[in-house]
């Protein structure tokens, strides 16, 4: 018993040294900078380009008719020789020509990220941009390796940003062509509120607290969306959480949607999918379904009354069988049925419905 309790007070003492090294060696660290700085003026109609690698974008508006750059490069490490050498290679091409004002993060050809960010490199490095600029300029911006922040734009927005995070107050750009347009690669994005926005993100997570917009290309990623008024989406080996929409018409493959309420128009194509709507209120205009090797629910209000038109090969249409007056035909694996549920003669709501190896429900 003593022997053990002599060697775990020599393991504790190792550990306390260790650590204890490790704080004195902390301790030592210098932090180094590089910095820049550009102002310039500009308005509504100038674009501000911004291009980055290995830090983080601030953009903040405000109402002077002039935009303020300030670059930080930042190294911690012990070496004075290392850091002067390193922080050398990183620079900054600012450029205002033809409207468009330039800031552009440049390495030396010298520059071994390697030697930077392996073990015996940096403690830290980063290269962080904070902007002022006014809220109706449009903004062009490609990131990598670090998150983006966005206050508050009106003007176009161009966002693209790859292994970082995005975070974003207000996009107020509305239906004006071109789109806005947030493009995201292995990051996560949150958004508070966005009126018209294109997405394009693959193996990443968006969650949207409310628009009125959206176009959204996506593969291998997840989209949550509290409140908007239209959805059109292709997705591929996706997650949808929804919460409410007015209309939504989605291209989809290997992917799960959810949404709590659908009020107007709903298009499906869908192939090896899974999609539920909680509930479709009585006043719907038009449910379009084409589905295959996928599950589909629709939570229709009871009562409704809808023109039905399906065709279903080994699969079934389930719809409120008390509420219809239908021509129905079974046959071996196919099935038909055409008519009107609910008592509404006069309903100009419709569904169509073609499936195969995959049930759709209309009912809650």
């Not at 008024?229 to 409410?244: C, F, N, P, Q, R």
Request: proline share 1%; glycine share 6%; aromatic share 10%.
């Amino acid at each position: 018993m003593k022997r053990k309790n002599w060697y775990f007070r020599i393991l504790v003492a190792g550990f306390l040294i260790q650590t204890l090294a490790i704080q004195i060696v902390a301790a030592q660290e210098k932090q180094y900078t590089k910095k820049f700085h550009e102002e310039y003026q500009a308005g509504a109609g100038d674009v501000l380009r911004i291009e980055n690698i290995y830090g983080n974008v601030t953009i903040k508006n405000w109402n002077q008719n002039k935009v303020v750059i300030d670059v930080v490069a930042t190294l911690v490490g012990e070496n004075q020789e290392k850091a002067d050498r390193i922080l050398g290679y990183v620079n900054v091409d600012f450029s205002y020509k033809d409207n468009e004002i330039r800031a552009v993060t440049v390495l030396d050809s010298k520059f071994n990220s390697n030697q930077v960010f392996g073990n015996e490199g940096r403690k830290k490095f980063s290269i962080d941009y904070i902007i002022n600029m006014p809220e109706a300029m449009q903004l062009t911006l490609l990131n990598k390796y670090g998150d983006v922040a966005i206050n508050e734009l009106s003007g176009l927005v161009d966002v693209n940003v790859k292994y970082g995070n995005l975070r974003a107050n207000r996009l107020k750009r509305t239906d004006n062509k071109p789109l806005s347009q947030i493009t995201l690669g292995y990051g996560n994005a949150t958004i508070d509120e966005c009126q018209w926005l294109k997405i394009d993100m693959k193996y990443s997570k968006m969650s949207i607290e409310k628009a009125k917009a959206l176009v959204v290309i996506s593969k291998y990623s997840k989209l949550m969306l509290t409140e908007g008024s239209s959805l059109v989406s292709d997705a591929k080996y996706d997650t949808y959480e929804i919460g409410t929409l007015v209309n939504f018409a989605g291209t989809g493959a290997y992917t799960n949607y959810r949404f709590d309420k659908i009020a107007n128009k709903i298009d499906l194509n869908l192939r090896y999918s899974d999609c539920r709507v909680d509930f479709v209120p009585a006043s719907f205009e038009s449910i379009e379904i084409d589905n295959s090797y996928g599950s589909i629910r629709l939570g229709i209000e009871e009562g409704a009354s809808y023109q039905l038109d399906g065709n279903a090969r080994f699969s079934k249409i389930l719809y409120p069988e008390n509420m219809a007056k239908v021509s129905r035909i079974v046959e071996n694996t196919q099935m038909q049925v055409s008519g009107r549920i609910g008592k509404d003669e006069k309903t100009s709501s419709r569904v169509r419905v073609t499936t195969e190896f995959g049930n759709v429900s209309l009912q809650r």
